[in-house]
């Protein structure tokens, strides 16, 4: 009888310990990182803590201040609006759970009897163009500052009492509110899936199959707000995540949502999310188009995006060019202006001359 429980444990061992390798970058062989290091010099000038290149899916640079390293999680900021908000909205609408073009109030039945806010579509709360205001002041008396201290539900701070300030779709504000409404929408659309939350349905269908390591990421403060029966968890921010699980959020994106051959995204859901509908921002990313569609960062590839958030934390990737770039740092790059200001000034044009550089050096 020993004998035959011995066996069993040693066949069941795999099985038990089976689970997704841990995935890592390869890095470029025959590569001149010198050639990055004078720009990256600059950034680290400007309170930058990681930065990494990845071109080709390979890291071309990579570099760290004191302190720091490609497994040390930082918080993301408002990057987490695309990085996690985003990307829940894709796979929500590639399970055939969600439209782009859906009324939000079919998710949030408090919208249905509020004419300006039943006119607010689910495409609209992620490119901020829905119309409903920013808490845009944490530090200050009444819903704004309730929204970011959290003392009271956020959600539905943003819910019931964020003002509609324009039409629905006929101009841009930043609203973080706006973006807590897309996650409770989505998780809305996600009941009855096996997976309640963003934070669990984000880890289970997509960021473990990834290989990322769950100490390498955290979403929406490590909180969930119980309302209306839905457990719901922010991705206006509260996120935390590792230089290169960062990066691997871009890899997805960058190859049309496909993984190690394995289609986790549908590319049609990733390029309908990201394309440009009157405003520099689409599904929480920043899109290199404006609101009259020119380009912003001339020196970037059309097809570039960006999350960024909060001192310029930034992951940045271009599936035309197959580049994907992120920085970390404890301050802005330029101080007193954001990323989508001046990120073309001290990553794209440099990086971009570097690529040029490097390719008329090919024989």
């Known amino acids: 009888m020993k004998l035959i429980i011995f066996i069993l444990s040693l066949v069941a061992m795999p099985i038990a310990a089976a689970q997704t390798p841990y995935f ?18 600059e950034l680290f000038r400007r309170s930058t ?38 990307l829940a909205l894709m796979l929500a609408i590639h399970d055939g759970l969600i439209s782009l073009d859906d009324p939000a109030c079919k ?14 579509t689910i495409r ?17 008396p009444g819903w704004k500052g309730d929204f970011w201290r959290q003392e009271r539900n956020p959600f539905l701070i943003a819910r019931d009492e964020t ?7 006929s101009d841009f504000q930043y609203s973080n509110p706006g973006i807590g409404m897309l996650n409770y929408a989505v998780t809305a659309a996600i009941q009855g899936g096996g997976h309640r939350d963003l934070r669990t349905y984000l880890w289970e269908r997509l960021i473990k199959k990834m290989g990322v390591p769950k100490e390498e990421w955290s979403v929406g403060y490590g909180k969930t707000f119980d309302t209306d029966g839905l457990p719901l968890v922010a991705t206006w921010g509260g996120g935390s995540v590792s230089t290169r699980a960062m990066a691997a959020v871009g890899r997805l994106l960058a190859n049309g949502g496909e993984w190690n051959g394995e289609r986790l995204i549908d590319a049609h859901v990733v390029q309908d999310v990201l394309a440009h509908c009157g405003s520099r ?15 912003p960062w001339l020196a ?50 440099p990086l971009m001359a570097t690529f040029i550089f490097i390719q008329g050096k090919k024989p």
């Open 24 to 41: 890592d970058f390869e890095t470029a062989e025959a590569f001149d990182t010198t050639v990055f290091k004078e720009h990256a010099d």
């Open 49 to 86: 803590q990681a930065y990494l290149i990845v071109h080709e899916n390979k890291i071309v640079y990579e570099r760290y201040a004191p302190d720091w390293n490609r497994y040390k999680p930082h918080g993301t900021a408002s990057a987490a609006k695309g990085i996690m908000g985003g």
């Open 107 to 120: 998710y949030i039945p408090a919208w249905q009897s509020d004419p300006q806010k039943a006119a607010i």
């Open 124 to 140: 609209q709360l992620g490119a901020h163009t829905s119309g409903l205001g920013d808490a845009d002041e944490k530090d200050v």
């Open 163 to 169: 003002p509609v300030i324009f039409p629905p779709g």
């Open 281 to 295: 921002v689409s599904g929480g990313f920043w899109i290199n188009r404006d609101a009259d569609g020119e380009k």
């Open 300 to 349: 970037m590839p059309d097809d570039t995006a960006m999350a960024a958030g909060a001192n310029d934390q930034v992951m940045i990737f271009s599936p035309s060019q197959k580049l994907i770039v992120v920085r970390f740092g404890d301050g802005n790059i330029e101080p007193g202006r954001y990323a989508e200001d001046v990120i073309d000034k001290y990553i794209g044009v």
